[in-house]
């Protein structure tokens, strides 16, 4: 089955760029799109944005400014990088199957299945 | 921007109870709508998509409706794996929105 697993540094220093890796193993990461969502400790879920393996991408509009979203089909992998980050982007970010294309007139903007997460904090 | 509201935001139920989860959304989603359940230190779990279908492998006792603003999650019979939080997540315009999330715990 699709599994999805994220990596990078646990801690991140204010103003510096975080930067996380998800690596997708049990399918192709062509033909599928692929987000980063985050939560702040003890909070709701926020989207960040979205990659399709050809590379189109689409971000929240509150994130826009600082984010970058790539991906690498050779490694099966795509990445975040959010720029200028503050005590307020201190929460867990998982990566996630999803959206996915549209079928007909059918939306499929869920997300299935998710990693683990992981828990980056930002502090001096 | 598609605002969503969840209520209650903890729900207090004994185990074998009916429990009923509320969203609400600030226009229209049509049925483009999904549900997510967290347990403690884990990832969402999706549960339904389209308002009302039951992802691969979710129990017949989790059932949801509504379309349009108002939506509800129904749980038929609560077992203990069923206490966690609960997430609604509107697809139909950007940015994909979730909602803040209800809290089934144990009576």
């Known amino acids: 089955q699709v599994q999805l697993q994220e990596s990078g540094p646990g801690l991140v220093k204010p103003s510096e760029t975080l930067s996380l890796t998800c690596t997708v193993s049990?399918?192709?990461?062509?033909?599928?799109?692929w987000s980063w969502i985050r939560q702040p400790p003890g909070m709701g879920l926020e989207w960040i944005g979205y990659?399709?393996?050809?590379?189109?991408?689409n971000y929240n509009p509150s994130l826009k400014s600082r984010v970058t979203i790539s991906v690498d089909t050779s490694k099966n992998q795509f990445s975040l990088n959010l720029s200028s980050v503050t005590a307020a982007d201190t929460a867990v970010y998982y990566c996630?199957?999803?959206?996915?294309?549209?079928?007909?007139?059918?939306?499929?903007?869920?997300?299935?299945?998710w990693g683990q997460g992981t828990l980056v904090t930002v502090s001096s | 921007e598609i605002v969503m509201t969840q209520s209650p935001a903890t729900l207090s139920v004994s185990p074998g109870e009916r429990a009923t989860l509320s969203c609400r959304a600030s226009?229209?989603?049509?049925?483009?709508l999904a549900w997510y359940q967290q347990k403690p230190g884990q990832a969402p779990r999706l549960l339904i998509y389209?308002?009302?279908t039951r992802a691969t492998g979710i129990p017949a006792r989790f059932s949801g409706s509504g379309s349009g603003t108002e939506f509800s999650l129904t749980i038929s019979s609560l077992q203990s794996e069923d206490f966690a939080v609960y997430y609604c997540?509107?697809?139909?315009?950007?940015?994909?929105?979730f909602g803040q999330g209800t809290k089934v715990e144990i009576k």
């Open positions: 996630a199957r999803g959206p996915a294309p549209v079928v007909g007139a059918t939306l499929r903007r869920w997300f299935d299945p």
């Open positions: 226009q229209t989603v049509s049925s483009n």
């Open positions: 049990g399918a192709s990461i062509r033909g599928y799109y």
């Open positions: 997540q509107q697809y139909n315009d950007w940015p994909l929105a």
């Open positions: 389209g308002a009302s």
């Open positions: 990659i399709y393996y050809s590379g189109t991408t």
